[in-house]
């Protein structure tokens, strides 16, 4: 149809040299340049569903009803799209697509020079897709928060799309996408359970070491800092707070044993939730006596007003 809409009598295949051999890339007719795969089919730029382009009834035609203007100038393809001629095809597009309509998709493809084709280093495109992908993701979503890592994401999702779409309207390449999307969501799905995972094992750790002095609230600070939790010795004003029972040895004298525990149980206890609710840090019991401290594992400033007051509530569970 090309060459005899340009009464041309022949197509030029367009090669490029493979080491020994030679690939064909395209070809040429009446001057125009026809991109298709090594075994010669071409990519059909279809412009939508079926009814994209005019059709004009055949007995229309015949009994002179159809009208001039739609014929004028126009390449005419003659078809069917009767279901009983078997002319129909499984299309992009469309499940019940005429096989004329493909052919006037092509057509109109390259008298617009718009054929899309896989560049022979598509494959390459896709590669340096899925790489980049696995990398910035793998760097960036153990390093942010769920929320900022999902809108990385989807902005990166966003930007592998529009250079898709970009390089399919301006460029005519077609890079498949299928392979870097499945990665990407597959990488953030792994990522953050694994991440959680991490998160919660580390939670339960620093509960069982420090949850029986600390309170929760400050366990859930110490998990949120991470690498910035150190032990090691360092140099920093404190608040240390003692306490003890005046006269315990006495007092113990005239109470059983169970009586003891049971009172000690009751002051321990009260003394522990009040140092925890004013985020202090137990550091150990000494028989009747209690250590706590502030600005160790969570800098603050001096506190000696918190630790005088609860010199007070222990004076006054004491006097109870």
């Known amino acids: ?22 690939v064909l890339v395209a070809v040429d007719a009446a001057g125009i340049s026809i991109p ?9 730029p279809y412009r939508g569903r079926q009814g994209s382009f005019p059709y004009v009834s055949a007995t ?29 095809r499984v299309t992009p597009v469309g499940s019940r697509y005429a ?14 020079e718009q054929i899309n084709h896989r560049p022979d280093y598509t494959l390459g495109v896709e590669l340096l897709q899925v790489l980049l ?20 994401t989807l902005l990166w999702v966003g930007m592998l799309t529009g250079f898709n779409l970009y390089a399919w309207q301006s460029l005519q390449w077609v890079i498949p996408l299928g392979y870097s999307l499945f990665l990407v969501v597959l990488l953030y799905l792994f990522l953050q359970i694994t991440g959680y995972f991490f998160e919660t094992r ?5 509960e069982g070491q420090f949850g029986q002095y600390i309170p929760p609230e400050v366990v859930a600070e110490l998990s949120e800092q991470g690498d910035a939790v150190q032990l090691s010795g360092e140099s920093r004003e404190m608040t240390v707070f003692f306490s003890d029972i005046r006269d315990f040895t006495s007092l113990s004298e005239q109470l059983t044993p169970q009586q003891l525990t049971r009172m000690m149980n009751i002051y321990l206890t009260a003394m522990t939730a009040e140092i925890h609710q004013r985020r202090g840090t137990v550091d150990k019991y000494i028989g009747d006596a209690v250590m706590a401290f502030w600005g160790l594992l969570l800098k603050m400033p001096p506190m000696p007003g918190t630790a005088c007051r609860q010199q007070w ?4 569970y004491c006097r109870s």
Do not use: Y
């Not at 229309?60 to 129909?88: P, Y």
């Not at 096989?99 to 617009?112: P, T, W």
């Not at 580390?202 to 620093?206: D, G, S």
């Not at 509530?313 to 006054?316: E, F, K, L, Q, V």
């Open 99 to 112: 096989g004329v309509e493909v052919h006037a998709n092509i057509i109109a493809g390259i008298l617009d």
């Open 60 to 88: 229309d035609v015949i009994n002179g009803r159809a009208s001039a203007d739609v014929l004028e100038g126009a390449i005419v393809l003659v078809g069917t799209s009767a279901a009983g001629l078997l002319d129909l």
């Open 36 to 44: 298709v795969d090594n075994g010669g089919s071409v990519l059909v």
């Open 313 to 316: 509530i222990c004076w006054m």
């Open 202 to 206: 580390n939670i339960r750790k620093l």
């Open 1 to 22: 149809m090309i060459l005899a809409l340009f009464e041309e009598d022949q197509v030029t295949p367009l090669t490029e040299s493979d080491g020994d051999s030679a």
């Open 133 to 152: 992908s696995g990398l910035l993701l793998s760097l960036l979503i153990p390093r942010t928060s769920v929320l900022v890592s999902g809108l990385l």
